[in-house]
């Protein structure tokens, strides 16, 4: 996890902050790494960090992983994306 996070640039502080805030138990790699890659493509959509992606990664600190194929969206009402994301 260290390893994947030091090399991170400024705009992920939000996201290593949230990795801070997670307790050890729930702190797994794939955890870690799920996390990391709903980050980048947040900010891969040019969101800035009053989007409901920091606050989605940050609440989902706290709860347990559910697959994307059990996700379904609030607009289109199919499953595996995001409201965000549809």
């Known amino acids: 996890i260290l390893i994947l996070t030091l ?3 400024p ?16 702190l797994m ?5 799920t996390q990391l890659m709903n980050e980048e493509a947040c ?3 040019g969101t800035n960090p009053t989007t409901p992606c920091d606050t989605a990664m940050l609440s989902h ?3 347990c992983h559910v697959p994307l194929e ?7 009402e199919e ?8």
């Not at 705009?11 to 729930?26: C, G």
């Not at 499953?79 to 549809?86: A, D, E, F, R």
């Open 7 to 9: 090399g991170l640039p």
């Open 11 to 26: 705009s992920y502080e939000n996201f290593i902050v949230s990795l801070n805030a997670t307790t050890s138990s729930e």
């Open 29 to 33: 790699l794939d955890h870690v790494i």
């Open 43 to 45: 900010q891969s959509q």
């Open 61 to 63: 600190t706290h709860c």
């Open 70 to 76: 059990n996700i379904t969206c609030f607009n289109c």
């Open 79 to 86: 499953k595996g994306h995001y409201q965000l994301h549809c």
